[in-house]
């Protein structure tokens, strides 16, 4: 993953895109970034001001301050998928064998 640009040139380029001078294409162009990035950063400040709607910058690091917990968590203990299926007891005498009881008279008179 790329080294993110320093909070000063993201705000530095959207006030640049905002002028209108230059289309975002050639702007992004000119500052060595694409055209998605800046259309990005544009978006995100339109949500941080409130002129839009979406998750602030400050709700996202949250969201990912709060997720760091539960992945820890996670790591200590199985997923769900990794638990192991019932398996029957390994004890042929135990009441709930397979073959014990009924099923095993079934089997054997056939």
């Known amino acids: 993953m790329p080294v993110p640009h320093p909070p000063e040139f993201r705000r530095r380029a959207v006030?640049?895109?905002?002028?209108?001078d230059k289309s975002v294409s050639a702007l992004a162009k000119s500052l060595g970034i694409s055209q998605s990035c800046l259309s990005?950063?544009?978006r995100q400040a339109a949500v941080d001001e409130g002129r839009q709607g979406g998750l602030t910058t400050a709700e996202k690091k949250e969201m990912v301050e709060l997720r760091l917990?539960?992945?820890?968590?996670?790591?200590?203990?199985p997923s769900r998928n990794s638990i192991?299926?019932?398996?029957?007891p390994a004890d042929p005498s135990h009441p709930s064998w397979p073959w014990n009881g009924e099923s095993q008279s079934a089997s054997t008179s056939q």
Do not use: D, Q
């Open 15 to 20: 006030e640049l895109a905002r002028t209108g």
């Open 40 to 42: 990005n950063w544009i």
């Open 69 to 77: 917990p539960v992945s820890e968590c996670s790591a200590r203990s």
């Open 84 to 88: 192991e299926p019932h398996r029957p």
